[in-house]
Structure formats: structure tokens, C-alpha cells
């Protein structure tokens, strides 16, 4: 390690505190602000400090989806390096995905240089004076839990120290720091590189007056109802959920989840409609919803209590939400999760009997949801299958694996045969698209062992900037399995219209406008053009097989694969 007696560029120095901090990658676009990077990455190298893999990444919205899944798999945040405000302007999307979803990142960008000339750094083409702005970090700054402007060399391994902490306090989210070229340039100390942080994470937790209250408030409900959106946050908190479920006999909707809560096939999962449930509800214990409901379609009973736990359970950042708080439970879900079924315990003795009648309601109920989703879904094996369908054939074809599914308009949750921690993630409620691809590559790479499906609607995979994914699967040698279901359409704008016009001219019309993405690109030469196993189903009977020899591919092959699926419109 470098001693007291060196010095390192900023940007060296930068570098090496990710590294100490357990950054392991920088997911890079590179400009012509990067020349003090580059030179600290070859730097470093040659004095054998250790550093973050540096990866190169075609586009940066790609790059911000590879941070997002390093972290749903490590639960460690990674870095994202961009150049100036253009390729800042392209990582805002994937901020405000993360930001929404409370995914820590350290963005960092150049900022072209302050100075004309006469300093190492200054301006020397056009594009120094093209790309600045009065205030670049506006870009990004309602989706950033915080930012700054690195001023001066020696405070780098301060500030890299403090956005990281910031960045995994409560509630986590991404963070920015802007990195002019000149300060870059400049010499830095390295003594302390290796030094334990400076600060640490904020990182909050329910108070125990407030789990024994809601503690008391599940064993006093006769008709409690559980919604998750954003799962459980640690296999300790599923293992929490579904025992808590199980034993005082509540209902669990996975309403717009975008992470898995419980086992879809758990005698307490009701499905995804909270409508039937929330109508009878006395107590609704809310796990992470930004929306667990939607009031112009469902309204809890007059006098329902309802108690919501997350990292920031009000989701302070949205101007307009106004869902009835009775209780809140600040903290990591996961560890909350497992504190009140650990209070609630105490309640049990007693009420068995109350808890008998209402759970043999509930599993009656969620049993026959689940044979109608089924017997639904099994329906769609036509010449164009249904996305249901091909949830049904994943399941089977992955019998007795486990592996994490994604799905951005992909395939639907409730005909998945899913059980475990990890199983299935959905794009953020933000609704920047183009996640499921890269955030499916940050997975894979964070954790090779495990098999991750990444499965997306025909719009969301061409917004994925394909071509730049594909090029980073092929570089890192990511055997990712991806997905697309092509029904040539926008099919959630069309949804939407329905929703808002169903009898409308444009409902009656043959030709909906703005909703078509016809002629479809031939997706598989896309992905082969990468050297990636390809295949296309245009027959239900055909599905089941295909999926088996792709999931084999990467599975043995290890290499990318894509299955393109043609959907019913």
C-alpha cells in the first residue's frame, strides 16, 4: 500500500478510497474529462494499490443498471462514472430509478474544466466551453439524496468517505459528486488510503415502544391484510414475513410488487388485487408501498388502521401522497420485519382459534386465485401466446432451480411457481425503462453463480440500449438469459388508455395511435451480433423446449443467450 511519503492525482486517489470502501466496479463512460482518471487507474496500477475493476460501458443509462442489480445482488453500492453533462444528462433516468427504489449509488462526473489555460486540466477544445453549465448538478439533483462539487484535491478521500455514508444512510438512494478536470490533475496525499472510514452509514430503526403498539394492534385486528410492493430486504425478513403471515393468519396482496414477499404459492398469498381484501380490512400493515393502493379504485373501511413500514415510510421525496398513516415503522425492512414477529409472538397464546377460522378463509380464497391465474394462464398457448404463458412455461423449466427473474413488462408474477429471497424483481415504480437488461448483467456479475433471467417487453429491450448491453456481456463474459416478449406495441400505454377511455375512439379504433412498434427489428440478430445464442418462438407448443435449451446454454455454455417470444397483441 502507498505511504505517507507519496502523493497520487486526485483522481488516483479517488479511485483507491472506492476500493477501501468496497466499491468493487466503476461502470464507466469515458470523455475527454478522463484523462486524470485514466492516468490514476494506470497510476495506481503500476504501485500496486489495490482498485475497483474500471469497465467500460457504451452508454451510461446502461451503466446505472448495472450499479442498480451489482447492489440487488451484493447489497453493496458501486460506482458510476460519467462525462460531463451529456453523459450526466444520460444517467439522470437511472437515477430517478434508483432513487424511487431506495438503490444507493455513487455517481460521479467531470465537469469541464473552470480554467481557459495556464493550469494543468484547462480547456483545450471546443467542447470545454460546449458543455458547460451554470448548474450541471441540477441534472440530477431531485434524485439524489446529495451532492457536491469536489473543490480541492485533499479533501478526495474525504468526500468519497462522506458520499458513500450518505449514500447507505437511511433511506439509501444515489448520490452525486461533480469532479472538475484541473482538481483531478492536482496532487493528492496518500497517506490513509487504506484507513477505516472516516464516517459511517446513518442507519435507523423502529423504536420498541412503537413495534410493541403495532404488536398490539395485529393482535387486537380481526380482519388484518398485508401489502408488499418492495419485498422484505433480506432472506431473515422473508423467512419474518411468511411465518408472521402464516401464523396470525393474514391475507398478503403483492400489489405492483417490485420485489418478491412471500412464495406466490404460500397458503396466505392472495395475489395481486387488493380490492376483495381491503374492503373488509380493520388493520392494512403496508411493507414498503410507494402506492399501496389506488384510491380512485380502492378505499379502506372507515375506521381501517394502517401501519407502514420502510426505510422512509411517508417516501418524504413525492410532493402528492396521502395514504392514512395510524402507525410508522422506520428502518430496514428486513430487520424491522423480523422484530415485529418476534413482538407479536407474545400475543399469540389465546386467540388460536380466531386465527384457525380466518386462515382456513384465506388459504380457501388464495388457492382458488391461484388455480383461476393458472387455468388462465395455461390458456395462452396459441400460435401468439400470452405473457402468462410464458410465466407458466418458466416455472416448468426451471423446476428445481432457483434463479432470479426480471421482468419490465416481461413475464407477470402470478403464475410463477417463485419461493425464495431474491426470486423476482420488477422495474422501479419510476417507470424509466430500458432497466430489466443491465440491472439483469449488475446480478450476474455480482453473483455468477446464480441464474438470473432478465425477460422485457419488445420497447423496453430497445430502450435498454441493446446493442451497448450486449457489448458489456460479451467484454465480462456475462451469461445472462434474456427475454423478449414482442407484442410490437407500447402494451402499457395502450392499457392505459383503455383504463382512462374504454369506450373511447381510440378503444374502438383498429389502429390505436402511438401505442404501435411495428415493423418489429429482428431482435435475435441484435444479440447475435454480439455472438449470443439465439432462438425465436412463434408457437406456444414450441415455448417450453426453447426455454430449456436457453436456460441449459448459460447454465453450461456460459455465454449470453436471447429467446425472442412472439406475444398475442
Known amino acids: 500500500m502507498a505511504n505517507g511519503t507519496h502523493t497520487l492525482t486526485a ?31 494506470a497510476e495506481a496500477a503500476a504501485r500496486n494499490i489495490p482498485l475497483p475493476r474500471a469497465v467500460v460501458v457504451p452508454h451510461e443509462s446502461a451503466a446505472m443498471g448495472l450499479a442498480y442489480g451489482y447492489y440487488l445482488a451484493s447489497g453493496r453500492a458501486q460506482a458510476v462514472m460519467a462525462h460531463t453533462n451529456v453523459g450526466l444528462a444520460n444517467c439522470a433516468m437511472g437515477a430517478i430509478n434508483a432513487a424511487t427504489e ?5 455517481l460521479f462526473s467531470g465537469r469541464t474544466p473552470l480554467a481557459e489555460k495556464d493550469r494543468l486540466g484547462a480547456r483545450t477544445v471546443p467542447i470545454g466551453w460546449g458543455q458547460e453549465m451554470r448548474d450541471q448538478t441540477a441534472l440530477v439533483r431531485e434524485a439524489t439524496k446529495w451532492d457536491c462539487d469536489l473543490s480541492f484535491p485533499e479533501q478526495a478521500m474525504d468526500t468519497v468517505d462522506r458520499a458513500h455514508a450518505i449514500a447507505n444512510s437511511t433511506p439509501r438512494g444515489p448520490v452525486y459528486v461533480s469532479l472538475a478536470r484541473e482538481i483531478l490533475c492536482e496532487p493528492c496525499p496518500s497517506d490513509g488510503l487504506d484507513l477505516p472510514p472516516l464516517m459511517v452509514p446513518a442507519v435507523a430503526a423502529p423504536r420498541l415502544s412503537d413495534l410493541e403498539h403495532v404488536a398490539m394492534l395485529l ?5 388484518p391484510l398485508i401489502i408488499a410492493q418492495r419485498g422484505t430486504q433480506s432472506e431473515e425478513g422473508f423467512a419474518a414475513l411468511e411465518e408472521m403471515a402464516r401464523e396470525w393468519a393474514i391475507p ?28 373488509n380490512a380493520d388493520l392494512v400493515l403496508v411493507i414498503d408501498c410507494l402506492a399501496p393502493w389506488s384510491p380512485d379504485i380502492h378505499q379502506p373501511v372507515p375506521g381501517c388502521k394502517v401501519v407502514h413500514i420502510g426505510q422512509d415510510p411517508l417516501y418524504s421525496r413525492f410532493p402528492t401522497r396521502h395514504f392514512p398513516s395510524t402507525a410508522n415503522l422506520v428502518g430496514d425492512v428486513g430487520d424491522t420485519l423480523v422484530a415485529l414477529n418476534q413482538a407479536a409472538k407474545h400475543y399469540l397464546p389465546g386467540s388460536e382459534a380466531a386465527r384457525k377460522i380466518r386462515r382456513d378463509v384465506v388459504a380457501a380464497a388464495a388457492q382458488a386465485r391461484r388455480q383461476e391465474v393458472r387455468r388462465e394462464a395455461g390458456s395462452g398457448d396459441g400460435d401468439a401466446v400470452s405473457k402468462a404463458f410464458v410465466s407458466l412455461c418458466l416455472s416448468r423449466a426451471l423446476a428445481g432451480r432457483k434463479a432470479s427473474i426480471l421482468s419490465e413488462l416481461g413475464v407477470p408474477l402470478e403464475p410463477l411457481d417463485i419461493s425464495h429471497y431474491g426470486a423476482w424483481f420488477q422495474e422501479p415504480h419510476s417507470g424509466g425503462l430500458g432497466w ?27 430502450f435498454s440500449n441493446p446493442v ?47 401505442v404501435s412498434l411495428a415493423p418489429s427489428p429482428d431482435f435475435c440478430q441484435v444479440a447475435a451480433a454480439s455472438r449470443a445464442w439465439t432462438a425465436r418462438v412463434q408457437h406456444g407448443r414450441d415455448l417450453h423446449a426453447t426455454l430449456a435449451k436457453a436456460i441449459d446454454h448459460v447454465l453450461t455454455r456460459k455465454t449470453q443467450a436471447l429467446v425472442e417470444i412472439r406475444i398475442a397483441p
Open 11 to 41: 483522481g488516483g486517489a479517488i479511485l483507491a478510497r472506492l476500493k477501501a470502501l468496497g466499491v468493487d466496479y466503476i461502470f464507466a463512460n469515458s470523455g475527454t474529462d478522463f484523462p486524470p482518471i485514466i492516468e490514476g487507474l
Open 102 to 106: 431506495h438503490v444507493p449509488i455513487l
Open 219 to 223: 393482535a387486537e385486528a380481526k380482519r
Open 252 to 279: 398478503v396482496c403483492q400489489y405492483w410488487a417490485i420485489q418478491l414477499a412471500v412464495a406466490t404459492d404460500h397458503p396466505m398469498a392472495v395475489g395481486v388485487d387488493p380490492a376483495p381484501w381491503l374492503a
Open 436 to 462: 430489466s437488461f443491465p440491472t439483469g448483467l449488475g446480478m450476474k456479475l455480482a453473483d455468477p453463480d446464480r441464474l438470473v433471467i432478465a425477460t422485457m417487453g419488445d420497447g423496453s429491450y430497445m
Open 468 to 514: 451497448a448491453c450486449h457489448q458489456v456481456a460479451e467484454a465480462l463474459e456475462i451469461p445472462l438469459l434474456v427475454l423478449v416478449l414482442n407484442n410490437s406495441s407500447w402494451g402499457a400505454v395502450r392499457q392505459s388508455v383503455l383504463g382512462i377511455y374504454p369506450d373511447g375512439f381510440a378503444a374502438r379504433s383498429n389502429d390505436m395511435p402511438l
